[in-house]
């Protein structure tokens, strides 16, 4: 079955760096964009950004861009988010996804999620 297990969340302060990781199994990774999710408390669950199925190509949401990048290496069936100048508003459950497409930005257009991991920026 389909399985995606994020890591790499934790404790940091404002301005640290962070790489979150997201390995899949049960499915043929190579066939799928990835996405990244994120939710804080009391607020849905948003984009992050997304990474085409080669990885080739990558895009991230406005409020992240400039301080997160999505990468991905199929050999390992892992995906990636590092993320740089972490912020308070930053601080939120992040959680990969599969989709057909990196151009979606709806989770209901995402079909398997992780369990997500949880990324707390004090300030």
């Known amino acids: 079955q389909v399985q995606l297990v994020e890591s790499g969340g934790g404790l940091v302060q404002v301005g640290d760096s962070l790489k979150l990781a997201c390995v899949a199994s049960?499915?043929?990774?190579?066939?799928?964009?990835m996405g990244w999710f994120r939710q804080a408390p009391g607020k849905e669950r948003e984009w992050v950004g997304s990474?085409?199925?080669?990885?080739?190509?990558?895009t991230v949401a406005d409020s992240v861009k400039g301080r997160f990048t999505i990468s991905r290496d199929n050999a390992k069936n892992a995906v990636y988010l590092q993320m740089v100048g972490l912020k308070p508003e930053d601080t939120a459950i992040y959680y990969c996804?599969?989709?057909?497409?990196?151009?979606?930005?709806?989770?209901?257009?995402?079909?398997?999620w992780g369990l997500g991991t949880q990324v707390t920026v004090s300030a």
């Open positions: 990474s085409s199925s080669t990885g080739a190509t990558t």
């Open positions: 049960g499915f043929t990774f190579r066939n799928y964009a």
């Open positions: 996804a599969t989709s057909h497409s990196y151009l979606n930005r709806a989770t209901s257009q995402y079909l398997d």
